[in-house]
């Protein structure tokens, strides 16, 4: 079964630091990545998505992540954070190329910006 | 605008008295999902449907139903809640064929079960 682990719960930041949040995942064959934030009392959104072709993904807000098959990680990256971003990350896995099976998510990441 | 609806989006209830929280997309998607949002869990998914009156059991499925009578609606049932319910749900859809499809979930449905 697939899994992912998210190891930073909990991420303190002043503004115009730069961001790395890790993402692993436990699966051999051909997976399909997502990385979905959720801003304070709203619902997911997703920022960038891995399914093939370059593994440095560019999404939405400045943010991007880097698919290394060899480790595993899909790790989202930011090089400079605002208050803004200060919401909840989610990475998480589809794997295979159909499209029964179910997104499988990490316990997430709480992201604080401070002023 | 291309969205999930989900109602209520609070409810407070008490352990027995059945309920039920509707979801309704406007997109023409195939593909359905429920998902229980709990602290430290991440999200978990309850049960999907592939289309009209195809349905299956995600990872939590205990303790919950589902119909898909129509495309756009896949409203949770929980015939007998209990207090291990109380959670955040959110509904989510999107394309079936690729697993790489984006899901759109809706804004969440807070219940407590007392």
């Known amino acids: 079964a697939q899994s992912v682990s998210q190891h930073n719960h909990h991420v303190i930041l002043s503004e115009a630091a730069s961001l790395e949040l890790g993402c692993n995942y436990s699966?051999?064959?051909?997976?399909?990545l997502f990385w979905y934030v959720q801003y304070p009392g709203q619902h997911l959104q997703l920022l960038l998505k891995y399914f093939s072709g370059d593994p440095l993904v560019k999404g939405i807000k400045g943010f991007e992540a880097e698919f290394i098959k060899s480790k595993f990680s899909f790790n989202l990256r930011k090089p400079s954070v605002q208050w803004s971003d200060t919401a909840e990350y989610f990475c998480?896995?589809?794997?295979?190329?159909?499209?029964?099976?179910?997104?499988?998510f990490g316990s997430g990441t709480r992201l604080q910006v401070q002023p | 605008e291309a969205q999930v609806t989900q109602n209520p989006r609070y409810l407070i209830t008490v352990t027995g008295k059945k309920l039920t929280v509707t979801c309704s997309q406007n997109m023409n998607h195939e593909y359905m999902s429920w998902y229980r949002q709990d602290p430290g869990l991440g999200l978990r998914q309850i049960y999907y449907?592939?289309?009209?009156?195809?349905?299956d059991k995600g990872d939590v499925p205990e303790g919950y139903k589902v119909s898909r009578k129509e495309k756009r609606n896949f409203p949770l049932i929980l015939e007998s809640p209990s207090p291990n319910q109380t959670s955040l749900y959110f509904c989510?859809?999107?394309?079936?064929?690729?697993?790489?499809?984006?899901?759109?979930f809706g804004p969440g449905t807070r219940l407590t079960v007392l």
């Open positions: 449907s592939m289309n009209v009156e195809v349905t």
């Open positions: 989510a859809s999107r394309v079936q064929g690729q697993a790489y499809n984006e899901q759109f």
């Open positions: 699966y051999g064959g051909t997976v399909n």
């Open positions: 998480a896995v589809n794997a295979g190329s159909t499209g029964r099976r179910a997104l499988t």
